[in-house]
């Protein structure tokens, strides 16, 4: 025996050999080695089988029904429901829609580990049957497979479209629209004779803001006539994008469009081809207008100087592109439509949402207020309004700016899709798997957040516990513009427009509100819409009365 153990036990036929001379000269020993050797494979087998099952386990969910899977206990707002089950299963939890598998995200952790970990395998979106036809098939961005085109767009974004220099050159097009925000404010406050007359419906302004402002950017010479239609438009594409399609989740049904959807976004999208035709006619008429213009001395204009940084707007540099034979990716006319689509969609209603929760909490927080418009008027004073230049100079409103973020994301779920096999937490997800990264729960975990429903400011103020923090996708508590590379590329815009048109509004007028008996000191309700874009549910009804006297003058 102990000579046999010198043996080197290395393969399975010195083994064989070694049982046989076992058998052969001590047949007891034998059947105890046969009888543990058995044993000792019977073991490895479970456990190597029992790591594999758990490699190709699907993270836990709750119970689901035979065909819709867990529809049944999908209720909005989403993400609510969504942080509700991710209490009871886990910050991963596997939920079905239908027959398509879905994982959602709820904690830091694990929105690090799938964005650090599996970047790769979530950089696309599920494309459903209606973004589908408002992308021109697979024309668009927002939801374009991660490819050379969505590549190609997005280093375009961040240089040129959406990139700082960009977003500085077009603040006048922002400022106009909020000037004349503040103008019609300041004749309804002056026109009425009765108090309730001068309510208005401050959610309608801003949205009408937020769209014709990113309209302007796209394309600076529309007539109103077009941004009016255009609000119309987007407002659809955002009730269709967002709206859940049966179509989309149950294999059964595919194609049959019970809801109406498709039909209805056949309708809108139809419409805002045309609109968008005539844009792009406009402007391409007057591109060559630019170029055949002759300078005063009859010299012609040059291509240089008819396309001038400083008269570029989002079009123009479309339009360079496209004309542009170098140009790595050749963008078509549909590239360029659904780019104009995605950009005022993703942008208009995110925005005003947000300008809208800012006020909203601070006229529930009348001592932050104060706090905010001291600052103001120490910083910016009383005879101009307040700008985005001011804004370094005003920590305070990024504060309260930030803490709105944190607690309101007006995207509060980022929308990927898994593209490979991903084994997370230890956990298997399966390719084509829409993930849902709850960027609303998340900045309210409390594990990272005390008092996490509070709005408190000062916690991004120096020496508050996220002075370090910013909202840019670094850290995972907070990332209400998503992290990675999908993104949201308009952050560096919406970091700027949305506070300095907040910064104007209070600047400017104080704010009463008002409830169902109209005295004027009620607490604002909070509740949230449904649908992609989170805003507040009920139109904000407020009575202005303008706060600075003489008025301040546009600077
Ligand atoms: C405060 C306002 C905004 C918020 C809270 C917001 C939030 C987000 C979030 C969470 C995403 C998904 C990110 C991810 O998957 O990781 C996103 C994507 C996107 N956002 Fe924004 N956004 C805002 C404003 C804007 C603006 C102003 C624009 C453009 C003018 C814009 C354009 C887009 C686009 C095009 C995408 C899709 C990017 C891609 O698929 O690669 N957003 N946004």
């Keep these: 025996m102990a000579a046999m153990e010198e043996q080197p036990l290395s393969s399975s036929s010195t083994s064989m050999a070694i049982v046989l001379s076992l058998l052969k000269n001590n047949p007891a020993d034998a059947v105890l080695l046969a009888l543990v050797a058995v044993v000792a494979l019977r073991h490895y087998l479970i456990s190597s089988w029992r790591q594999q099952e758990q490699a190709r386990r699907l993270p ?45 995200a709820s904690s830091p952790e694990v929105a690090s580990e799938l964005i650090r970990g599996h970047e790769g395998s979530i950089s696309e979106r599920p494309l459903t049957a209606v973004a589908r036809q408002f992308a021109y098939d697979s024309a668009g961005f927002a939801f374009a497979p991660y490819n050379t085109h969505w590549r190609f767009m997005k280093r375009l974004c961040m240089s040129e479209l959406l990139g700082p220099r960009t977003v500085e050159q077009l603040r006048p ?36 803001l937020s769209n014709t402002s990113i309209i302007r950017m796209v394309a600076s010479t529309v007539p109103g006539s077009v941004t009016d239609e ?21 294999a059964v049904i595919r194609g049959w469009d019970l809801q109406g959807l498709r039909r209805r976004a056949a309708d809108v999208h139809r419409r805002f081809d045309a609109l968008l035709e005539d844009i792009l006619k406009h402007k391409e008429e007057a591109r060559a207008a630019r170029r055949r213009l002759d300078d005063d001395d009859g010299h012609r204009v040059s291509k240089k100087q008819a396309t001038a940084p400083h008269s570029k707007d989002l079009l123009d540099i479309l339009m360079d592109k496209a004309e542009d034979p170098a140009a790595e990716v050749k963008l078509t006319r549909e590239n360029i439509k659904a780019f104009i689509i995605d950009v005022v969609t993703a942008g208009s209603d995110t925005s005003a949402a947000m300008v809208e929760w800012m006020l909203a909490e601070l006229l529930n927080h009348p001592e932050t207020l104060r706090k905010v418009v001291e600052e103001i008027d120490a910083v910016v004073g009383g005879d101009r309004i307040a700008s985005e230049a001011d804004l370094p100079q005003l920590p305070y409103l990024m504060a309260a700016y930030k803490e709105t973020l944190r607690l309101h994301p007006a995207a509060p779920i980022a929308h990927r899709q898994s593209t490979d096999e991903m ?41 508050g516990a996220a002075d370090s923090l910013e909202p840019r996708g670094q850290h995972f508590q907070y990332m209400p513009f998503g992290s990675g590379r999908r993104g949201c590329p308009g ?17 400017c007028f104080h704010w009463a509100t008002v409830d169902g008996d109209g005295d004027g000191d009620s607490k604002i309700d909070m509740s949230e819409s449904d649908g992609l874009v989170c805003a507040r549910k009920k139109p904000l009804l407020l009575r202005p009365t303008p706060r600075l006297s003489p008025f301040p003058a546009v600077v």
């Design 60 to 104: 836990p969910g709750p119970r689901r029904l035979p065909v819709i899977g867990h529809l049944h206990l999908l209720r909005p707002p989403v993400h609510r429901t969504f942080q509700e089950l991710a209490s009871r299963m886990g910050p991963l939890m596997h939920i079905q829609l239908g027959s398509t598998h879905c994982v959602v």
């Design 173 to 208: 097009i922002r400022r106009a629209g909020t000037v004349s925000l503040l103008g019609d404010l300041l004749l309804a406050a002056a026109s009425s004779e009765t108090e309730t007359e001068t309510v208005v419906d401050l959610t309608r302004h801003l949205i009408r």
């Design 230 to 250: 255009a609000q119309e438009l987007v407002k659809a594409v955002a009730e269709l994008v967002g709206a859940f399609n049966a179509d989309d989740y149950i």
């Design 491 to 507: 952050m560096g815009l919406a970091l700027q427009s949305v506070p300095a048109v907040l910064a104007a509004l209070v600047q």
């Design 423 to 463: 084994v997370v937490r230890g956990f298997t997800v399966p390719p084509q798997t829409a993930v849902f990264i709850n960027v609303w729960a998340i900045g309210r975990d409390p594990a990272y957040w005390e008092e996490p429903l509070a709005f408190r400011p000062e916690r991004f103020m120096p020496g």
